[in-house]
């Protein structure tokens, strides 16, 4: 047996075995420590637990759709338009993407609170004659991130739509099909990968989103993240952070699993 | 028709889209002692607030050097990783690239508690290098992606001419294949600059009384929403626009790459 090239990987996985498997496993081991599941009892039993669990899910949930129903028409548009459009598209998808989370949900904090812009510029014009609450709530953390993950929603979806072949959609045209027959009779069941691939990724992303939950949920929109920070910087309770942290972990990775089966089903087909 | 109105529900989206930017740009350069909007005047009060205090230079430094050892750490280590992946030929291969990746899939809370309960054994909570090192594990998957497709690419035609004619294989690597790799080997350097410089869940727990830049904004934010954040934030998305275009210059489009 030949084991040609493999000795220049060795560095990068000592690293990784060293400060990612190990630790990560570590930690793991943390949950079961007593020798009892525990932990996992209270994680998944006690009714304050699941809700966060349940509401990670939700909000997971919602975001994806958010994300597709705004992710679709533009990956859309960017992949049907003239070259010159399709770049300045590209980089106001782009731009957002690169600039940092942290930026971005402080410019949402900023917009979304009790003194913030909407708020202000809705009461100035008389619409409204209470503040509305839109921070540290869901709505705050929906639309911060939806507004995070968007773009991860757009480039599949071009990708899918650049790939259709403009042939179909002109034959269909050629037969008198009207533009909404052939938007949900061809466009969408020959781009469902790339809305596929899209959803999982904004859907797994958002499970274990951390920061814009943490800063527009103020601490009373809790997710699971949120949730495993406090238990370890403030409870100190690191078995039942370890216990929270596997279930999140073994749900990310049935997320992925399901999803390659999937592809791989619809690739056979 | 119905092009028109998906024209303007897209113009709709990219408002939605860009405006964080439209807000963080005037809010930075308000002439107001708080926040208001619009500015009722301009004036560059914020950032000199920025400049003049200590803690925020002494925060952008840390991240600057944090940055750029996480890059050079990622491609000592991720290049040499990309060709085994590419070239090599052993068992387990896919394995270690799955595991390579797998910092993508893990949700980063998951990293950044192990490594803490790690590091705060070894104590190594609040030093530069445990931070930079736990940085490289995030970046490597940047680094193995653009890599294997610069490598996939790669046409080796041109390094056996040269050991054809006579070259050392370390000849080869030095003037042939590295300068050639040259665009990926800058997009996965400046990608993995970025990833560390904007990154906050990691340096939230291991940062410890060090702050990086992103840990000051989080902390300030928690504390007061004070337009220097607006300031700060100003200059993290100039220096990040700067970085991407000198991917789009010399280095090579991840959209090509993505393939």
Redesign the interface.
């Given at each position: 047996?030949?084991?040609?090239?493999?000795?220049?990987?060795t560095?990068?996985?000592i690293?990784?075995l060293a400060?990612?498997?190990?630790?990560?496993v570590?930690?793991l081991g943390?949950s079961v420590e007593a020798g009892t599941l525990d932990w996992y009892a209270k994680a998944l039993g006690e009714g304050l637990y699941l809700q966060v669990f349940w509401n990670t899910f939700e909000i997971a949930l919602l975001v994806t759709g958010f994300c597709l129903l705004?992710g679709y028409?533009?990956g859309?548009?960017i992949a049907t338009t003239t070259p010159t459009w399709a770049t300045l598209?590209f980089i106001?998808?782009?731009?957002?993407l690169?600039?940092?989370?942290?930026?971005?949900?402080?410019?949402?904090?900023?917009?979304l609170?009790r003194?913030g812009?909407f708020n202000?510029w809705l009461l100035d014009a008389g619409i409204i004659s209470d503040p509305l609450p839109l921070l540290h709530n869901f709505t705050g953390v929906l639309i911060g991130m939806v507004?995070v993950l968007?773009?991860y929603m757009v480039?599949p979806i071009y990708?899918a739509v650049r790939r259709l072949d403009p042939a179909i959609v002109a034959a269909a045209q050629g037969l008198g099909a009207s533009?909404?027959r052939i938007f949900w009779r061809i466009h969408v069941p020959l781009t469902l990968n790339g809305i596929f691939a899209g959803s999982v990724l904004v859907f797994?992303l958002s499970?274990?989103f951390?920061?814009t939950p943490a800063?527009l949920g103020g601490g009373r929109v809790m997710m699971i993240?949120v949730l495993?920070?406090q238990q370890?910087?403030e409870t100190l309770n690191?078995p039942f952070?370890a216990a929270l942290?596997f279930v999140?972990?073994a749900f990310?990775?049935a997320v992925?699993a399901l999803a390659q089966r999937f592809t791989r089903a619809e690739g056979n087909a | 028709m119905?092009?028109r109105l998906?024209?303007a529900?897209?113009g709709l989206?990219?408002f939605?889209?860009?405006?964080?930017?439209l807000?963080?740009f005037p809010?930075s350069l308000s002439s107001a002692p708080y926040?208001q909007?619009p500015p009722p005047g301009l004036s560059w009060q914020w950032y000199e607030r920025y400049l003049d205090d200590p803690q925020w230079i002494d925060a952008t430094w840390r991240s600057l050097y944090i940055g750029g050892a996480t890059a050079v750490l990622a491609l000592?280590?991720?290049v040499?990783?990309a060709?085994?992946?590419v070239?090599?030929?052993?068992?387990g291969r896919v394995l270690?690239d799955r595991?390579?990746l797998?910092?993508v899939?893990?949700?980063?809370?998951?990293?950044s508690?192990?490594?803490?309960?790690?590091f705060a054994k070894l104590k190594l909570i609040g030093a530069w290098y445990g931070l930079v090192?736990?940085h490289?594990?995030l970046a490597?998957p940047f680094v193995v992606l653009v890599m294997t497709a610069g490598l996939r690419d790669f046409d080796r035609g041109l390094e056996q001419a040269a050991e054809g004619l006579g070259a050392s294989r370390l000849r080869t690597l030095l003037r042939i294949t590295l300068p050639l790799l040259r665009p990926s080997l800058v997009s996965a350097g400046l990608l993995a600059f970025?990833s560390s410089f904007?990154e906050?869940?990691v340096a939230?727990?291991l940062a410890g009384p060090n702050m990086t830049l992103?840990k000051k904004?989080?902390d300030n934010?928690?504390m007061e929403?004070d337009p220097t954040?607006?300031a700060v934030?100003v200059m993290?998305?100039l220096l990040?626009?700067l970085v991407?275009i000198l991917i789009g210059r010399f280095g090579r489009g991840l959209r090509g790459s993505?393939r």
């Open positions: 047996m030949s084991i040609r090239g493999f000795w220049p990987a560095p990068a996985l690293l990784l400060f990612f498997l190990f630790p990560v570590r930690m943390y705004l028409p533009l859309f548009l598209g106001f998808v782009l731009l957002p690169w600039t940092s989370v942290l930026v971005r949900t402080y410019a949402w904090m900023v917009l609170g003194n812009i202000r507004h968007l773009p480039l990708g533009n909404w797994v499970l274990g951390f920061i800063l993240a495993i920070e370890v910087r690191w952070a942290s999140l972990l990310t990775f992925y | 119905s092009r998906l024209a529900a897209c989206i990219y939605f889209l860009m405006l964080p930017l807000v963080v809010l926040m909007f000592a280590l991720g040499p990783l060709f085994s992946l070239r090599g030929k052993f068992p270690i595991l390579a797998a910092p899939i893990v949700p980063t809370i998951i990293l508690v192990a490594v803490y309960g790690l090192v736990a490289t594990v490597l970025i904007d906050l869940v939230l727990f992103p904004m989080f934010i928690m929403i954040i607006a934030s993290q998305i990040v626009t991407m993505a």
